[in-house]
């Protein structure tokens, strides 16, 4: 079964990120353009391969969200100094979390000068150089305005930028009218159109959609451990109560997503030592919203439908809909429990992780309650041990993978000497 459409798969990426920083995203939208312009002129890649370029030049940044947070809404100050440190942790994360990793040099070396890149041997290296004209391009015109002229690069053309990419840009914006199509807006429909080639496996996608538990890291590292947590048990629990593969498979999405709208919600707030005021309550609980948003037309129904669910409660209770138990489908009472039980066994803020008798004791009151169906409260109360054990080791190899990250990247750090 397709959950995901190959475009979709960018759009999703996309959106992401740009609730963590629209002004770096929209940025990458617009660089991503003018490369795709730049190399259809050249006729040398074929649509699905511009469509993975266009990909990777989105992302090109994609390193910043880790190492330039504080930098990241001045773009001329960020694209100004030492670019190095975001452009290898791009280069590590694509390279170790996508499906596309020989693309990941082009994150690597999309701030080389020019005349240090042409030396090197690399099949992109000349998608990495139109990267990094086209970035200059975007981040000087949006800062000068109207006193900016595109020709002022000239004079670094064969040192710092490539003067045959330089070419190309010049007679691009000419005959297609580059700048205009990007103060106007209008390139996005080219550009949505372009991602309509995108191929990718289940298997790419599958690579993907977990890239994006490490995507919301950059907001908040508790919810990649929340996430994961969540994933674990639920798929635990569909396992005990011998669901389908299938219906299986759609609460692993599910699970995998439905917290994403906590990317729109105040960082301030979400981390505030204490307990919230009512009308911060209020402010988080529009993170639903937010995902319905960013989900709808994109994701599969049925998997949206279960993660828009994981706040609602059997006694109509919950949130938004306030359904009922007989509105509630197993599946979508299994992410709630999945939920519930992430939150209350990671630490918080305001409280540290609750202990096994503790979250026992929860789980036995809201069935008496008629908050939570039975089966998956009983599937997961009856083999607690096992599936938390299940979850540390889970938890463990995620963790293992940011340790190996941020060793490449000190590694990478020390002998480019940032």
């Not at 005959?175 to 390139?187: A, E, M």
Request: glycine fraction near 4%; charged fraction near 30%; proline fraction near 2%.
């Amino acid at each position: 079964m397709e959950y995901i459409k190959s475009k979709d798969i960018y759009l999703l990426m996309r959106d992401i990120l740009k609730l963590i920083n629209p002004t770096l995203m929209e940025h990458g939208s617009r660089v991503a353009y003018i490369v795709y312009k730049m190399l259809q002129e050249e006729n040398r890649y074929e649509e699905f391969e511009l469509a993975d370029i266009v990909m990777v030049a989105t992302m090109h940044d994609i390193g910043a969200y880790k190492t330039e947070k504080t930098r990241m809404n001045d773009m001329l100050q960020y694209e100004t100094r030492d670019s190095m440190a975001h452009s290898i942790y791009g280069y590590l994360f694509f390279k170790y979390l996508s499906p596309v990793p020989d693309l990941s040099k082009v994150m690597m070396y999309h701030c080389r000068d020019y005349e240090k890149l042409q030396a090197t041997d690399y099949a992109y290296k000349d998608v990495a150089a139109y990267v990094n004209i086209a970035e200059k391009m975007d981040i000087y015109s949006n800062t000068m305005g109207a006193q900016f002229d595109p020709r002022m690069f000239q004079k670094q053309a064969g040192t710092k930028l490539s003067a045959a990419g330089l070419d190309r840009f010049y007679q691009c914006d000419a005959k297609y009218g580059i700048f205009s199509k990007l103060k106007d807006g209008s390139y996005k429909e080219e550009l949505r159109e372009i991602t309509g080639y995108m191929l990718f496996s289940n298997e790419d996608k599958k690579t993907f959609m977990d890239m994006l538990i490490y995507c919301m890291g950059f907001a908040r590292e508790s919810m990649v451990l929340d996430t994961v947590t969540t994933i674990c048990i639920c798929e635990e629990i569909a396992s005990r109560l011998s669901l389908p593969d299938q219906e299986r498979e759609t609460i692993y999405y599910a699970a995998l997503l439905h917290d994403l709208g906590m990317l729109g919600i105040s960082q301030e707030i979400l981390q505030a030592p204490r307990r919230l005021k009512p009308e911060e309550i209020k402010h988080v609980r529009t993170h639903v919203g937010i995902t319905e948003e960013k989900l709808k037309n994109k994701v599969d129904a049925e998997v949206v439908s279960i993660a828009l669910a994981h706040h609602e409660r059997g006694d109509a209770g919950g949130y938004p809909k306030r359904l009922n138990d007989q509105q509630i489908s197993l599946q979508q009472s299994v992410l709630q429990v999945g939920d519930v039980v992430s939150a209350l066994v990671n630490k918080r803020s305001f409280r540290e992780a609750a202990p096994k008798q503790q979250v026992l004791r929860f789980l036995n009151e809201e069935v008496a309650k008629k908050r939570f169906k039975r089966q998956p409260v009983m599937a997961l109360v009856d083999s607690y041990d096992e599936v938390m054990t299940h979850v540390k080791q889970e938890t463990a190899r995620i963790l293992k993978m940011y340790q190996t990250l941020n060793m490449q990247y000190q590694q990478v750090s020390t002998k480019y000497k940032i």
